[in-house]
């Protein structure tokens, strides 16, 4: 097994950086950051019983901007959250100058000087109190400080914060009237006055325009430069080999690779994101498609959908990729009615669509079979009978009563179809697995009218088996003529089982390639925002 | 996942509790009292609960679709003046009498949705701002007196009609069964559990209510116009409520000013005791009743071992917070499963 994770101690290009003294001015121990070092060993985590880190090993320095890489599911995100102690780690170790850290819960890897400035940045601000005492925020909170608070000297902390980092900041204006790049901008701060040792940034650029996410590179160096450990996960290939110093690889829940970046490049890194082409089991499948079934043209909606054309036929499957937060989930749901598109039409048969509401598209013939399925796709606390004859009750239906034996033999035909593996047709959906539920989710719309389905993400969260009974399902549905649509970030699905591939990132339709035309480096190349010479 | 034995027990206390707590609290008034399980007595627990129990399934439908319908006991407090003032102050005829506080009813149903549906206040809010509203008319409308045969008139006339015999056996009529009194206002009552139970269970319109209160926005993507059935359910709240009013107005036989108020906690209760009946886990028309009979069985027993009434309020206030805490506290486990 590939473990690159020792340390290798070659001199590191940030050495000098690493000498330099913190400009803590804030509380009485002014903190001296020197030869840092952040050690995860061994580290492993399971949830209900599926492993989703496996032994990992990872090192950041102080003084370095400290790339984490991986695809979807990679376990990035899980590594990150038990250093920032979100989740409790099953085994392993985590050192900071060798020194072994207990840490069970997000306030003792705050204590301890490990700060995470996630994306949903609102979630950590108090919207109507002043940038100042946002920034404060967490001394203000603090028990042990003094009762009163001091609107002057709040300030000048908070001023003090925002100088170290060079960034400008209204201090006075309350925090709700911010941009999204400047509440960022008062969570990075705060890590400051909390004496921060180690920050960790989660794929921070991702809704920033060019100019913020320049600000915020500037930030981050500036960080470093003082000899934090700066550890940033991103999805975007450009920025990591523009900004960071080192980067680490995960796949699988493993780590796979760590280097200089001056000493590595993208091709190499997409190589171990992606690993050995791991193959699916896709049903082998003829193609047999015909005329356009639903077409959209220059559809629009806020940030996340800038103008995207595009065009389904009966029988085929068209796959659009793009990783986290590139707009799938977006154009899916004004696809099918979800959310109002600003600009843009989308035609069924030729015929334009007044979509005020999904039972609007349905009656178009489009089935929406969302990501969120627990959320968006199925009904927890209703039967599997109920869940899966919501869609067709006006066939089951006469003078408005329902016909309970149509509608039982209608349920367990779906079940038995789709091999929904469950107790009885009268059990919860919220007792069957993820898989299951899936399958419960996609099998409502079988006895209806839909002809166009969109999937979005259809096997996220689910186990290997599912996985094949779903591409199996889909299959089927565009042997009858069916047009499929399925959003995915999962690379391997799109190619294995579509006639075409189309590449998204920031909301826009950027590549478009053919069946068997395509590899899975090249589609995460244009995922993420790489752009042709 | 292997259930504990706690769990185990928290399941059956979830499915039976309330029925075995009915049981019991019957079986410890016939024991104890002479004349509680006699055919009067048991005629009189249902039409004490004839009411309420109209009151409570309009309750239901609005928590069917995840909303809650504070307005109620100001609807039925309107509906029973504008019943009675029908008849004394303008000698209408028994149609008119009875349609008019159902479109009443209506009409508070459709200003609750709209400002829920389209303006997105949270149900309780919207429904409490609405019950004060209604509370005030009901009050403006009669000046602050109750409405009674040839009440005297602010101008110093007498009112010039009377409540009509066929209008007051709607509530007080009653037949008999061999020795068995029955009310009418209790087989009004059946009927309508009955009705409702039918429709929740049995009707496309029911399911989609029951999916739109599970998940709004499955129910919407699967193609449930969910505004449509939001404001359907508040409609038939109100109507419900309505047929309340009318009943209070027929049993009392004048307008009693503030007649609904105290009315609304009862239905409440009683719905939460529903939640539990045989451990449905959601409101549910029989529940709903068997939740009004306990209501109705506690006071009448109690009253007969000479329980004042204005101790009422901290019984029927205890049920609901031993209903609620079973609901919540087992439907919680239940999702973390």
Same mark, same amino acid.
């Given at each position: 097994?590939? /473990? ?71 376990? !990035? ?56 005492? /946002? ?23 908070? *001023? ?19 941009? +999204? ?44 430069? *003082? ?55 896709f049903p082998p499948r003829t193609s ?29 499957i ?61 009904? @927890? ?8 004859? +919501? ?47 899936? !399958? ?14 969109? $999937? ?10 599912? !996985?094949?009974?779903i591409f199996r399902i889909i299959g089927d549905l565009a042997s009858q003529? !069916?047009?499929i ?12 089982i ?10 826009? $339709? @950027? ?23 | 996942?292997?259930? %504990? ?9 979830? &499915? ?21 399980? %006699? ?85 309780? =809010? ?60 209790? #087989? ?18 029911? &399911? ?42 027929? &049993? ?10 105290? =009315? ?50 901290? #019984? ?7 209903? =609620? ?13």
């Open positions: 097994m590939m /473990n690159m994770s020792k340390p290798d101690h070659t001199a590191s290009k940030s050495s000098a950086a690493q000498t330099k003294e913190s400009l803590h001015s804030t509380g009485s121990a002014a903190t001296r950051i020197s030869r840092s070092l952040l050690r995860m060993e061994g580290i492993e985590k399971a949830f209900s019983g599926v492993k989703a880190l496996k032994q990992v090993d990872f090192e950041a320095r102080g003084g370095e901007i400290h790339a984490l890489l991986g695809a979807n599911g990679a376990g !990035k995100s899980t590594l990150m959250k038990i250093l920032s102690g979100a989740y409790p780690l099953d085994r392993g170790e985590i050192k900071l100058h060798g020194e072994r850290l207990e840490i069970k819960t997000p306030t003792d890897a705050k204590r301890l000087g490990i700060h995470c400035v996630y994306q949903e940045v609102d979630t950590a601000l108090v919207p109507q109190l002043s940038v100042a005492e /946002n920034i404060m925020l967490d001394r203000m909170a603090d028990a042990k400080q003094r009762l009163w608070v001091n609107p002057s000297s709040i300030q000048r902390m908070a *001023q003090q914060a925002c100088d170290q980092l060079g960034v400008h900041l209204p201090l006075s204006h309350v925090v709700e009237r911010l941009s +999204l790049a400047e509440k960022q901008m008062v969570l990075i701060a705060r890590t400051l006055i909390e004496e921060a040792k180690v920050v960790v940034f989660d794929e921070p650029t991702a809704p920033l325009s060019q100019q913020e996410t320049e600000v915020l590179f500037r930030v981050m160096r500036r960080m470093r430069d *003082q000899g934090f450990i700066v550890i940033f996960i991103s999805h975007r290939l450009p920025e990591v080999f523009g900004e960071c110093d080192r980067l680490t690889v995960m796949r699988d829940g493993q780590h796979v690779f760590t280097s200089e970046v001056a000493d590595t490049n993208p091709d190499e890194v997409i190589k171990e994101m992606l690993g050995e082409p791991f193959q699916e089991q047999n498609i015909h005329d356009v079934l639903l077409e959209a043209k220059g559809l629009h909606a806020g940030t996340k959908v800038r103008g995207v054309d595009l065009e389904v036929r009966a029988g085929e068209v796959g659009i990729v793009g990783l986290v937060g590139a707009g799938k989930s977006e154009c899916a749901r004004l696809l099918s009615g979800a959310d109002p598109m600003q600009a843009g039409e989308v035609r069924v048969r030729g015929i334009k669509l007044n979509m005020k509401d999904p039972a609007d598209a349905l009656l178009a013939g489009i089935a929406h079979i969302p990501e969120e399925r627990r959320k968006e796709g199925v009904f @927890v606390q209703e039967s599997v009978r109920t869940n899966i004859t +919501l869609p067709i009750l006006n066939k089951l239906t006469r003078i408005g009563f329902l016909n309970r034996k149509q509608e039982t033999s209608i349920a367990e035909r779906v079940i038995e179809q789709f091999g929904i593996k469950t107790a009885s047709r009268e059990t919860e959906v919220a007792y069957l697995s993820g898989g299951n539920q899936q !399958k419960v989710s996609i099998g409502k719309w079988v006895g209806s009218d839909a002809v166009i389905y969109i $999937f979005d993400e259809p096997t996220k969260g689910v186990d290997v088996g599912a !996985k094949r009974d003529q !069916k047009a649509l399925y959003f995915t970030s999962e690379l391997g699905e799109a190619i294995g579509a006639d075409r591939v189309i590449v998204m990132c920031d909301g826009q $339709f @950027v590549k478009e390639f053919g069946r068997n035309e395509v590899t899975q480096e090249q589609l995460l190349f244009y995922a993420s925002a790489g752009r042709e010479e | 996942m292997e259930t %504990s034995y706690r769990d185990k027990l928290l399941q059956f206390a979830f &499915r039976y509790g309330a029925i075995i707590v009915i049981l019991g609290v019957f079986a410890f008034f016939a024991i104890k009292l002479e004349y509680f399980f %006699s055919g009067s007595n048991i005629a009189d627990i249902l039409r004490s609960i004839s009411i309420v129990t109209f009151i409570a399934i309009g309750v239901t439908f609005s928590l069917i679709v995840d909303g809650f319908d504070l307005s109620v006991g100001s609807t039925v407090s309107l509906t029973t003046v504008v019943t009675a003032s029908l008849m004394v102050w303008y000698e209408m005829p028994l149609f008119i009498v009875i349609i008019v506080p159902l479109l009443i009813g209506a009409c508070v149903g459709l200003i609750n949705s709209f400002f829920i549906v389209r303006f997105k206040i949270p149900d309780l =809010l919207a429904t409490l701002a609405v019950m004060y509203i209604v509370a005030g008319i009901h009050k403006t409308y009669t000046k602050g007196y109750s409405i009674y045969n040839n009440m005297q008139m602010t101008d110093g006339t007498k009112a010039p009609g009377v409540m009509s015999n066929a209008f007051l056996t709607i509530g007080q009529g009653e037949f008999y069964v061999g020795n068995f009194t029955v009310p009418i206002p209790v #087989i009004l009552m059946l009927l309508a559990v009955a009705a409702a139970h039918i429709f929740l269970a049995y009707t496309r319109f029911g &399911r989609q209510m029951y999916m739109t209160g599970g998940n709004e926005e499955a129910a919407r993507l699967s193609g449930i116009k969910v505004k449509r059935v939001r404001t359907w359910a508040y409609v038939l709240s109100g109507i419900c409520a309505a047929v309340g009013g009318i009943l209070f107005a027929s &049993r009392v036989g004048t307008g009693q000013i503030d007649a609904g108020a105290p =009315l609304l906690m009862e239905a409440v209760a009683a719905v939460f005791v529903g939640f539990s009946v045989f451990g449905a886990g959601k409101p549910n028309v029989l529940g709903t009743f068997i939740g009004s009979v306990l209501i109705g069985v506690l006071v009448n027993g109690l009253t007969m071992m000479n329980l004042q009434y204005y101790t009422h309020d901290i #019984i029927k206030g205890t049920v609901l917070i031993l209903a =609620l805490a079973v609901t919540f506290y087992v439907v919680k486990k239940r999702r973390a499963a």
